[in-house]
């Protein structure tokens, strides 16, 4: 079983949305008031063991591709736009490389990219937990959630210490009830199966993908804030030289999280 969200207008113009590391297809309704505004339908599923989609391996990001064509097989979806947020990059991107006649743009917001790229710019603890990652993503994802059990039982310690290394733009826009709540609900639904799930995330974004970002060919815009900590605008960068005819968008000031309380302004890529 493979679980998905579906927000937005009904029957408008498809967007698959590929949620982030430790995160889950929940993250969807953050862009759901956008969706309704700009007349699309964002299309989110959980990664296998996340959330509410059933184990299976996943050999590299590239085998996600054929994951997501099931789901818009199932919903009778022909052409789709990918949206990938963060960790979620990679596998937006997978899919435009190997459905190249199905999907009719592109858009990442604050890609993450592999552990090989440049990581100045990128807070401590997330350049450490990155290169743990690489070598013990099994591990990885289980310390990823104990911190999950923190938030459960201790939301504010969890909060505090999740943001202890994020920039003041990102901590203000988590300080927001509606962000912060969405923020706790969506990382414990990543581990609603356990850490098995993440880990494999973890697994297959520290190793090759099994495709190059020079083979994408459908129109590509990346929009990452020069405050992020998280995944630093290097990256951003890097996903812009090797995609061709890429356009990037630097958004001064904005973190991580900061960047995504404007929708509308990202999502207006894909509604034209």
Do not use: K
């Amino acid at each position: 079983m493979i679980a998905v969200e579906v927000v937005g207008e009904p029957d408008a113009p498809a967007v698959l949305f590929c949620h982030g590391l430790a995160d889950s297809r929940l993250a969807a309704h953050g862009f759901a008031g956008a969706a309704h505004a700009l007349g699309l339908r964002l299309i989110a599923p959980d990664r296998p063991g996340i959330g509410g989609t059933d184990a299976r391996r996943l050999p590299r990001v590239v085998d996600w591709a054929a994951e997501a064509t099931v789901v818009l097989d199932a919903l009778g979806v022909g052409s789709v736009a990918l949206l990938g947020v963060s960790g979620g990059g990679a596998f937006a991107a997978a899919c435009a490389s190997e459905l190249p006649d199905r999907v009719r743009s592109l858009l990442l917001i604050a890609p993450l990219g592999p552990p090989t790229w440049p990581t100045r710019g990128m807070a401590a603890g997330q350049r450490a937990s990155l290169q743990v990652a690489r070598h013990a993503p099994a591990f990885g994802g289980w310390f990823l959630g104990r911190l999950a059990t923190l938030a459960r039982r201790a939301p504010g310690l969890f909060l505090r210490l999740a943001t202890s290394e994020m920039p003041a733009s990102d901590r203000r826009a988590l300080a927001q009830s509606d962000a912060r709540a969405a923020f706790l609900t969506n990382y414990l639904r990543a581990f609603q199966r356990g850490s098995w799930g993440v880990g494999q995330d973890l697994r297959v974004l520290t190793r090759p993908w099994g495709f190059d970002l020079e083979s994408i060919t459908v129109p590509t815009s990346i929009h990452q804030g020069d405050a992020d900590t998280t995944v630093p605008l290097p990256h951003a960068r890097h996903f812009a030289a090797a995609i061709p005819g890429a356009r990037l968008h630097i958004h001064p000031g904005q973190g991580h999280f900061s960047i995504l309380t404007a929708p509308e302004q990202t999502l207006a890529t894909l509604a034209a």
